[in-house]
């Protein structure tokens, strides 16, 4: 069973930034294209960002675009989300994602992920 971790959560005020890392624990984890997503109380889990496992293909959603950045290295197989210019509305739990079905592509549906992190809280006060 693949695992991921997530890192990089805290309390910041808006207008900060925040940088989130995931890597994958225990064994090795599968290729794919890798996600970022995040959930408020009462809400379904939302779409960030995502990028392919090559690398040529990046998504966000239009919330964040223009102020947070994915990358990964592949080499470990490891996610990153630059944040910046935080708001409020940008409080939640931000999970990680891989998709081991697809390496050229991405996906903004929770359900096209395969495994998912446990989540690591941001939270932007005013």
């Known amino acids: 069973q693949v695992q991921l971790e997530e890192s990089g959560g805290g309390l910041v005020q808006a207008g900060d930034s925040l940088r989130l890392s995931c890597a994958p624990t225990?064994?090795?984890?599968?290729?794919?294209?890798m996600g970022w997503f995040r959930q408020t109380a009462g809400k379904e889990r939302e779409f960030v960002a995502a990028?392919?496992?090559?690398?040529?293909?990046?998504a966000y959603a239009d919330s964040v675009k223009g102020r947070f950045t994915i990358s990964r290295t592949n080499a470990k197989n490891t996610v990153y989300l630059q944040m910046n210019s935080l708001k409020p509305e940008d409080t939640a739990i931000y999970y990680c994602?891989?998709?081991?079905?697809?390496?050229?592509?991405?996906?903004?549906?929770?359900?096209?992920?395969?495994?998912w992190g446990q989540g690591t809280q941001v939270t932007v006060s005013s």
């Open positions: 994602a891989l998709d081991a079905t697809k390496l050229w592509t991405v996906g903004r549906a929770p359900n096209e992920y395969d495994y």
């Open positions: 990028q392919s496992y090559t690398g040529g293909v990046t």
């Open positions: 225990g064994r090795p984890a599968d290729v794919g294209a």
